[in-house]
Every structure is written in C-alpha cells, then in structure tokens.
C-alpha cells in the first residue's frame, strides 16, 4: 500500500504558519506567502497538499477562501490533489471548494454538528472526496478549532462516518501536535484496525522513523507540517523514507 508523505500548509491572518498544539502565539514559523509556500511543496515532489485555514476553524466561517483559490489554480496543471479544511459550516461551503477544484474537503466540527452533511456530501460528490477530521485531546474529539471537547473516542466517531460514507479520516493527537517530540502511535493504530477506510495521521512527527512508524501500523499518509518547515528533514528524503521497496 503506497504511504504519503503530505505537506501542510495552515494560514492565519494571510500567512502561512505552524502553532505549537493549535494555539494561537504559539507560532514555530510563518512565512508571507502561502501559495509560494504551496507551490515549493509541490517543485519538491508533493503529490498531495494539506491546507487549513485556521482562522475559519475558530470563527467558523471560511477567511482565508482567497489564497485557497489562488492555490488551486495555481496548482490546476500540476496533477497535484489538493485537500482544505477549516471553516467549512456547511454543504454550500463544501460543495463551493469541490466544485473549484478541490480534491478533498476536510470536516471537522460541522460533521459532528450535523452527520448528516457527510452522507450528503458522499452522495453529491463520492465518497473518495469527504474526509472528516478526528482530532483527538486526552482520548476525545475536539471541535472549534480544538477550543471544545467532545464526549465521543475517535473510534466511536470514525465507524459513525465510516457508515455515513466518508472515504478517508484524518486523525490528529493534539497531545503530540507541533511539539517536535515523536509520534504517539497507539491511538493512530487503534484508528486503524477500527475502520475500513483510509486513515491519515497527523501530530507530532520530527523524525523519518516516525513517517516509517505510522506506515508500519498501517496508517494510509501522515501530514507534515514542524518538521518540514524547521528542516528536521527536507520533503525528499521523508519520501525515500516511506518509499516501497
């Protein structure tokens, strides 16, 4: 099974940054530019790029929709997929971002809001084009850009969407996320065995032996983003890292 290494792209206030746990100051990076950022990931050999607007994930509302688009565009010739999460409330937020040309739209706090925009969704645009995001703090769901917690196990709510008919989940320990100390593997796997879909991992990578980790427990991708921007290794080597023999 082909393992991809994803870079992300989060942007707040119109720059593209990296927060240490979601947290807003907590900046380990931010660069001007989030679509020169994205097109470097892409010259470097992406094939796949994660973008979050971070603004929208709090205020719930789509902020940074611009430099999306101009992403998309810029990426339209370059068999790049594109996924986007963050201050998507609704179908006609969704639909909006797959009719331009998205590849993936990412939900989070509107699929456990309301479910039913899952199945929705799958049923408009296919399964293979929803994914919903479980971002997971002391072994519950976050919702509100991880401002709230749930009262639901990622596992609960991953066989819930599984059965709704999302394609792909993407799975984020906020415990471990932007802290550059390693991955905590258990609760990727536990994710894993529990669904039949594909599951992206995401939160706390800072080695090539974590990206070889993740893939060994059977995880589908691994979002990257400290590590990358901090040089604790370059795009290229994460994906000889993971390449198949």
């Known amino acids: 099974m082909k393992f991809e290494v994803i870079p992300a792209v989060d942007m707040k206030k119109g720059k593209c940054v990296q927060l240490v746990q979601g947290v807003p100051g907590?900046?380990?990076?931010?660069l001007d530019d989030p679509v020169e950022?994205?097109?470097d990931w892409v010259r470097q050999g992406a094939e796949t790029l994660h973008l979050v607007d971070l603004d929208g994930a709090i205020e719930g509302r789509r902020v940074n929709s611009l430099i999306i688009e101009k992403i998309v565009e810029a990426c339209r010739e370059k068999a790049v997929e594109i996924q986007v999460g963050g201050g998507i409330r609704?179908?006609?937020?969704?639909?909006?971002?797959?009719d331009l040309g998205v590849s993936r739209v990412i939900l989070g706090t509107a699929a456990?809001?309301?479910p039913e925009l899952v199945r929705r969704l799958s049923g408009a645009y296919g399964s293979e084009r929803v994914t919903v995001a479980l971002d997971a703090k002391n072994g519950k769901?976050?919702?509100k850009g991880w401002t709230e917690e749930s009262e639901y196990t990622p596992v609960e709510m991953g066989r819930d969407f599984e059965a709704l008919g999302a394609g792909s989940l993407l799975f984020t320990n906020i415990d471990s996320e932007g802290l550059l100390q390693g991955v905590n593997p258990g609760p990727t796997e536990e994710l894993v065995k529990s669904v039949g879909i594909p599951v992206i991992a995401s939160g706390g990578v800072s080695s090539l032996?974590?990206?070889?980790?993740l893939k060994k427990i059977g995880a589908s991708g691994v979002v990257v983003g400290s590590a990358l921007y901090t040089g604790r290794f370059t795009l290229g080597e994460a994906i000889e890292a993971v390449r198949v023999d």
């Open 112 to 114: 456990l809001q309301d």
């Open 209 to 213: 032996e974590d990206l070889r980790t």
């Open 37 to 39: 950022a994205a097109l």
């Open 141 to 143: 769901v976050s919702i």
């Open 26 to 30: 907590s900046e380990l990076v931010s």
């Open 90 to 98: 609704s179908f006609e937020d969704a639909a909006g971002l797959l």
